[in-house]
């Protein structure tokens, strides 16, 4: 590219270059506290920063309120570590810390080091990164404090931005260029902001680990001091952009010690009125320009805890524009969840059968073995169904329901969510089950658990529900979403049933015991990531036998070398780089709560008592017979034809088991016509009308007088069939 460059800035780029690259130098293996295992892994981490969304470049502040708290000390600042450890935000990245508690920098500092403290990692990374972490305390709703954090974010973002136009080992002077010609001014300015690794705007990422009736007063503070910085810095402009302009003027006509403090005087000034200036033996002033500030506001749930209450929050933060909210749900940072869209609609084989022609029900399953584990205060007042069924399962359902996005921008896939949201049918108690563990050995019951103070509460700790999507795609297929803690297991997973092949000939469906069961699409989203199809497979040998396998891609096997990036990773670095399609909507929260609002009221008007279940087991019974009545308890095995008499007036199984109902109560058959094509080819004429209409009696009755036919007009009938 330099020879195409002009002839001014042939040096100027090269000298910025150098000067930007400290020397390098040869590290001995004494020096060196790492093992060798730890330096390949850094080496693939670095050799993999490329694929960050985030610029290297950027200029980047985190702000976390409630730094003290459990999510801060457990999932944000070691994330912030690692991102930073890895390369993959920039290095010169700053943290600071909010809460109440009376810290200085220094506590806070130490607070982090156990916080991110391994024995492998190395300690010089460790005692870096400390150094770019810095604490403010104060009350949520006190404005000096507010203040204070503010001036603080401030300082050391305007050191950050004078660092950034002084590059390491260069005398204390910003860029100059020897050709002087009053048109190129501009071009200069531009061209030594980018040598300097001044980008064009500034990212401030605010994280609320904070209670959410906090949202509101903290939002509205900062947004206050902001408008407050603007109008003092606007006072100030011109008296800036004076004394940076004469402080640069007696820098380039002074020299050695005294022209570079003049030279680092203008542009503290610089810095301050919006711009950078530089001088020194007799060179050119260059004017940076100054980044602009993006603010990003990172929610956590619970996000209300019904219509009401969300509608009333999203009004608390009218004060901030909708793509400066990023609502976590870190359920869509997981790797899997992700690849859904990219399984469905990247592989053409999919795309014919994902719809209810061939896919009979879909569960999203969320399954903890330990109870509450300290949380019984919270959880007592919002139980499972608001804690995960609302947010995690219904938003994993969204991908698996919705249409092909016209990309996979924010946008398009948060409109193509909330079109399968507003087809989804409020919940009522006839499509629900709730469940409280109880004691099972030395195994305490919910209601033993010393953080829940209501020792008589009705607060459910599992929950299945069934919701129909009532589009073309999906009208009569069931989706589950069933969670629950204290259970057999821990997993989550999407489990997608197929029909039965329909019309299937005898030799296949004998040759398994118990008939031929039914494909499976299973997405294992945790603990072992996990993509497997079950599908029957002829056993070797000499006989005729078969047998249901699994098809399976392990990720832990297929990418060895690929480390899997936690949810909080991949969603911090969404929200630095402005991508929000990983994040939830205002509209999706509020049509996502008109699903479960009309039954949670219901079930605290009508005071209903959670079915008790043994802790570690798989559940309350009722869940059970839920699903069988929607035909999600297992895969129906395939019946043979040949155990099918068709000259009976009894009716097959197979046919009459009970089509799902949707959330009207209206009976939707037509899901299942094709499934079993040979029981209906072969059933008496009158219960075929009896499969659309109920029962035997309403197939008479509205068969033209069919029932009452003799025996032989209904051999004729079956003849002509």
Known sequence: RRGHLPAFMTFSASWAAR????????????????????????????????????????????????ADGDLASKKILPTLFNLWRRKLVPRDLLVFGF????????????????????????QGDRKEFLQRCHYQSGQFDEPEAMEALLRQIEEQEAARLAARQQPAGSRPQALHFQD???????????????????????????????????????????????????????GAASAGDFAALSLAEGASDAGGAEGD?????????????????????????????????????VLEKPFG??????????????????????????????????????????????????NRQYIKNVQVIFKEDFGTQGRGGYFDEYGIIRDVLQNHLLQVMALVAMEQPLSFSAGDIRAEKLKVLKCVQPLT?????????????????????????????????????????HNPRWEGVPFVLKAGKALTDR?????IQFHNVPGVISDLANSCPGGLPANELVVRLQPEETIYWKVQNKVPGLGFETNQIRMDLLYATKFQQRKLPEAYERLLLDVLAGQSSNFVSAEELIHSWAIFTPVLHQLREEKVVPEPYPYGSRGPPGADELASRFGTAAPTPHIARCTLTPHTHTTPTLYTAPYPRAASGATTPCTARHRDAEVWRRAPHGHRRARYHGSPEAGRATDGGGGERDARSRGQARGAA
């Open 429 to 469: 108690l006839d499509t629900l089950c709730t469940g409280q563990y109880v004691r099972c050995g030395n195994s305490p019951g919910y209601l033993e658990e010393p953080t829940v103070v209501d020792k008589q509460s009705r607060t459910e700790t599992f929950a299945a529900a069934v919701l129909h999507v």
């Open 180 to 234: 002087r010609r009053p048109a190129s001014a501009s071009f200069d300015a531009v061209g030594a902001a980018a040598e300097a690794g001044v980008p064009e705007e500034q990212v401030r990422l605010y994280y609320m680990a904070v209670p959410p009736f906090l949202y509101a007063s903290i939002c509205g503070a900062l947004r206050s001091g902001r408008r407050a910085d603007a109008a003092a810095a606007a």
């Open 261 to 297: 403090k003049a030279t680092a005087a203008a542009n503290g000034c610089g810095v301050a009125a919006g711009i950078g200036n530089g001088g020194g033996n007799g060179g050119g002033r260059v004017v940076l320009p100054t980044p602009r500030l993006e603010e990003r506001f």
């Open 19 to 66: 000067a930007r690259k400290p020397p390098s130098v040869p590290k001995s293996k004494s020096e060196d506290n790492s093992d060798s295992d730890e330096s390949k892994s850094e080496a693939g981490d670095e050799a993999r920063a490329h694929i960050s969304p985030v610029p290297p470049g950027l200029l980047a502040s985190v702000v976390v309120f409630g």
């Open 99 to 122: 809460a109440r508690a009376p810290m200085t920098t220094e506590t806070f500092r130490k607070h982090i080091f156990k916080c991110v403290y391994h024995p492998s990692q190395p």
């Open 305 to 354: 805890k019904d219509t009401a209450s969300c509608q009333q929050m999203v009004r608390e933060l009218s004060m901030l524009r909708e793509d400066e909210i990023f609502r976590i749900d870190h359920y869509l940072g997981k790797e899997l969840v992700m690849n859904l869209l990219v399984l469905r609609f990247a592989n053409v084989c999919f795309q014919g059968i994902w």
């Open 491 to 495: 997993k989550a997973e999407v489990r």
